[in-house]
């Protein structure tokens, strides 16, 4: 008989039937509640003074969770959207074993209680055209690496992808003929379309040369695929060499997610609808579309700048109030 009291068997069952037969999640997010895990775990043995195949329900406690929350925040230096993401793969683990074991109900309700930590918005950065133009010179396109990378950096920005997204790109989902496209599978396991440029098509294709169709675009030295972390390395390195050239990126943050920013602020400025950025971007909701014409200064210094002030009315100077003394002599 199991001990339902016994944790290991219910990490078992919430990973590998709850998130996957029953909520069907997509892989990342799969991982990253295994990645929680991960950390969570070794963490409470550690306190506890258990080992991890005997730890129990009770083991992780409200306390405990607070302590590994801490832990997150301060010597994983990890910001408050990563430790709200955490917790919120531990609620998703108490819930699962709380409507499961009745008795656990109230050790449920403690943990769920915990609340997330209210984020301060951050600014969304991305690329001026020069610092992006200086950012796809980096590489040396002389050689088989270079020319790789090159590829890359423009497909990144062409398409705008993810990391995780281009890292899992397969030679079947380049239409390089007429009407150049990709097909890109992105976050919900949700399909979206993307046009290539003649610039983007042309690098991509020395990459496909005797490549099957199952084959991944993008691959490393050794020949297997590219990962969401190298292409991150990548991005960063040439981010950094690009600097010396461009002084303005020294303070910039660049990334895939930045290449990603630098789609949507450089489509918008095209003109192009914000109905068609989400479309392009693959966001669900238009709410996160629209965080992008807020943050770009260029199309509000234009729209100050179209603004016809000559006929607005000139500020009336306020008569100055008299003071006690003034006042007493007029009397």
Known sequence: MIDRNLLAPWVRRFLLEHLVAERNLAHNTQMSYRDTLTLLLPFVSHRSGVSIDRLSVADVS???????????????????????????????????????????????????????KKAAKTVIGYLEKAEL?????????????????????????????????????????????????????????????CPLWPETVAALRPLLAGQKPQDPVFRGRTGKPMTRFGIHRLVAAYGKAASASMPSMAT??????????????????????????RAWLGHVSLD????????????????????????????????????????????
């Not at 990603?260 to 068609?276: K, P, Q, S």
């Not at 200064?297 to 006690?324: F, G, N, V």
Request: proline share 5%.
């Open 62 to 116: 409200p306390a405990a969770v607070r302590h590994f929350l801490e832990h997150v925040e301060r010597e994983r230096h990890c910001c408050v959207a990563t430790r709200n993401q955490r917790l919120g793969a531990i609620h998703a683990l108490v819930r699962f074993i709380g409507t499961r074991a009745p008795e656990h109900l109230a050790w449920c309700m403690e943990i769920r209680s915990i609340p997330f």
């Open 133 to 193: 133009d200086a950012l796809l010179r980096a590489p040396d396109r002389r050689t088989p690496l270079g020319a790789r990378d090159h590829a890359l950096l423009l497909f990144l920005y062409n398409s705008g992808a993810r990391a995780d997204e281009a890292a899992r790109l397969a030679v079947s989902n380049l239409q390089l003929g007429t009407s150049a496209s990709v097909r890109i599978l992105g976050k919900g396991n949700k399909w979206r379309v």
């Open 252 to 277: 910039k943050r660049v990334s895939p997610h930045t290449a990603r920013h630098t789609t949507a602020v450089h489509l918008l400025r095209a003109g192009v609808d914000i109905n068609t950025i």
């Open 288 to 331: 996160t579309t629209h965080v992008y014409a807020e943050v770009d200064l260029e199309m509000k210094a234009k729209a100050l700048a179209s603004l016809d002030i000559t006929d607005l009315p000139r500020p009336t100077r306020r008569r100055r109030m008299p003071s006690l003394m003034e006042f007493l002599r007029g009397l």
